[in-house]
C-alpha cells in the first residue's frame, strides 16, 4: 500500500535506527498522508526525541517523490532554525498567510493560497496562540483561526503541527492550543495526535537533555519541586554569579555573541545584566555603540525594502546596530538613527529608527502611559489638518511614533527565547530566591534548558536546592 511505501522511504532517509516512539509516529504519519479524511496531524515531542530529525526525513521524502509541502514557524528565530535544520527555506507564519492591504495601509488580510494539494509544517507550535492581539492588524487577529483558513481554503491540504507541550504557554494563555486535539475537533477538523518521550540514543549522553527530561517528569506528574540535577564540566555547569562574567566572557571568545544567551526570569533582572555585561565585559561608556546587540520588544509594521524576508519587524527580532547616524530629541523622547542589520535577514542593512527609553525600562515595552503622550505629541504637528481620518493615518504614519522599541540583547527572558537555540545558555536562577515554587516555574526552566544546543550554565542555584545537585 501507499503509506507503507512512504514509511519505509522515510526510514531510507533517517540516519539512525528510529526509537519505538519515533517508529509509531511515522506509521501514524504515512496513515494520515494518504488518509482523504484526515486534516491534521500533531507530533508533541519533548527536548532530545528526534522531532526535528523526523521532519527533516520527511521533507526529504516528500522532496524525493515531488510532494507539495511548506515550511512555516511563528517566529523568524524559529523560522530559520528550522530552515538549517531541514535545508529548505522556512517562512514566518505571517509572511506566508498575510498580505498588507495597501502601501497606504498597515492593516494585513488573509493572503490567497496557491497550494491545493500539500502539506503545511508548523515547527514551534508551543508558540501559537489563539487570543487577539495587535489590535486585528493582522486578519481576525487570531492567529490559529487564521492559519486554519488559509490551509484550508483548499479542502486537500493538511496541517500539521510539531512542538513541545512541556514549554511555557503562549503569553496570557494557559496551555497549548495548538498541541490539543480538542481545539481541532471542536472545529470539525478530524486529527491524529502523535508524542514523542524516549530520548534518541545520540543525545542519551548529554547532560542537557537528562536534565530536561527529569524537568519534563515533574511537569507531567504535576510535582512542585526541583529534581536532582547532574552535572558536569562538559555541559552542564552550576556557578555564582561571582564568577559568571568571566564564563560568559569565555563563551563570547570562543562561540561568539550569536550564540551566547543569558536567560533571565523578569525585564527587571535582564536589565540589571546586561548592564554588567555592557560595562564589565565590553567597558562600553556610551548608552549605545557600533556594533551593540539589541532586541525588538513590540511588533513594528513599518515598510521593510523588498529584499526583507518578512512584512514586519517581530517582537523578539535580534538587531545589530551597524552604524549610528545620529541623535535625536523630540517629542519628549531619545532616539537614535542607526543602520542596523535584522538576525533573520543577515547581510542586509536598514535604516531605522530607535526609541531610546525601553533600553532602560523595567517593563516589557513602552508603557501605555508614555505611548499616549508620544501619540499626544505628535498629533500637535498635525492639528492643521481637518480631517480627523487623515490626521490619525498621518500620525500613525510617522516615523517617531513607528521608532523600532528596543533592549539590549546579550539577557533576556525565557519568553522572549521561545523558538531560539544557542550553544552556551546561561540561566540566572536567583529569582528562586523570592518566587514561590510551582509548575510555571518548572516550564521555565525547562523552556531555558532546552534553548541550549552544547552547555548549559546555571547561575545563582539558591543555597536551598544546594542538595539538587548530583556530579554526573
Keep these: 500500500m501507499l503509506h507503507q511505501f512512504f514509511f519505509s522511504e522515510i526510514l531510507k532517509n533517517l540516519d539512525y535506527e528510529p526509537t519505538n516512539d519515533q517508529k509509531k509516529a511515522l506509521e501514524l504519519f504515512a496513515e494520515f498522508i494518504f ?13 532530545g526525541t528526534g522531532k526535528t530529525t523526523l521532519i527533516k526525513s520527511i521533507t526529504k521524502t516528500f522532496l524525493n517523490i515531488k510532494y507539495p509541502f511548506v515550511l512555516l514557524a511563528p517566529t523568524g528565530r524559529a523560522a530559520k532554525v ?12 505571517h509572511k506566508f498567510i498575510y498580505r498588507q492591504l495597501s502601501a497606504d495601509d498597515f492593516r494585513f488580510v488573509l ?19 489563539n487570543e487577539g492581539s495587535d489590535f486585528n492588524i493582522f486578519g481576525s487577529g487570531y492567529l490559529l483561526e487564521d492559519l486554519l483558513e488559509f490551509v484550508f481554503q483548499h479542502p486537500k491540504n493538511k496541517l500539521v503541527f510539531i512542538g513541545d507541550a512541556a514549554q511555557l504557554p503562549p503569553v496570557g494563555s494557559i496551555n497549548h492550543p495548538a498541541l490539543q486535539i480538542e481545539t481541532f475537533k471542536q472545529k470539525g477538523f478530524n486529527c491524529i495526535y502523535a508524542e514523542l518521550q524516549e530520548v534518541v540514543r545520540q543525545q542519551q549522553s548529554s547532560l542537557i537533555y537528562q536534565n530536561a527530561t527529569l524537568l519534563r517528569k515533574k511537569i507531567e506528574e504535576n510535582l512542585h519541586q526541583l529534581p536532582i540535577f547532574y552535572t558536569s564540566s ?18 563570547y571568545d570562543h562561540v561568539g555573541l550569536d550564540e551566547t ?10 536589565l540589571q545584566v546586561n548592564k554588567a555585561i555592557r560595562n564589565r565585559i565590553f567597558y562600553y561608556e556610551n548608552e549605545m555603540v557600533n556594533g551593540e546587540l539589541l ?7 513599518m515598510p521593510l525594502p523588498k529584499d526583507i524576508p518578512f512584512n514586519f519587524i517581530a517582537n523578539g527580532e535580534m538587531i545589530y546596530v551597524r552604524k549610528i547616524l545620529r541623535n535625536e530629541e523630540i517629542y519628549g523622547f531619545k532616539f537614535k538613527k542607526v543602520l542596523a542589520e535584522l538576525s533573520s535577514a543577515p547581510g542586509i ?77 546561561y540561566i540566572d536562577l536567583s529569582f528562586l530566591n523570592y518566587t514561590e515554587f510551582g509548575i510555571e516555574q ?14 548549559v550554565y546555571i547561575i545563582d542555584l539558591p543555597q536551598k536546592f544546594a542538595n539538587h545537585i548530583k556530579k554526573s
Design 234 to 251: 562538559n555541559d552542564f555547569i552550576f556557578l555564582s554569579s561571582a564568577d559568571s562574567l568571566e564564563y560568559i566572557a569565555s563563551s
Design 442 to 455: 518548572l516550564k521555565w526552566l525547562y523552556t531555558a534548558i532546552t534553548r541550549a544546543t552544547e552547555k
Design 111 to 129: 493572503n490567497y493560497n496557491s497550494i491545493k494539494e500539500g502539506v503545511f509544517f508548523i515547527d514551534e507550535s508551543s508558540l501559537i496562540s
Design 82 to 93: 528550522l530552515s538549517n535544520y531541514c535545508q529548505q527555506i522556512a517562512y514566518t507564519i
Design 261 to 270: 544567551v543569558i536567560l533571565c526570569y523578569s525585564n527587571k533582572r535582564a
Design 349 to 425: 542593512e536598514i535604516e531605522c529608527l530607535l526609541l531610546e527609553e525601553t533600553m532602560f525600562s523595567e517593563q516589557a515595552n513602552l508603557s501605555r502611559e508614555r505611548q499616549e503622550t508620544l501619540f499626544q505629541q505628535i498629533a500637535i504637528d498635525y492639528e492643521d489638518v481637518k480631517s480627523k481620518k487623515k490626521r490619525l493615518t498621518l500620525i500613525r504614519e510617522n516615523p517617531y511614533f513607528n521608532a523600532l522599541q528596543i533592549k539590549y540583547a546579550y539577557a533576556i527572558t525565557a519568553h522572549k527565547s521561545q523558538g531560539g537555540q544557542w550553544k552556551h545558555v
Design 35 to 47: 488518509s482523504p479524511n484526515q486534516h491534521i496531524f500533531i507530533l508533541n515531542g519533548y527536548a
Design 295 to 301: 532586541m525588538v520588544v513590540k511588533n513594528n509594521y
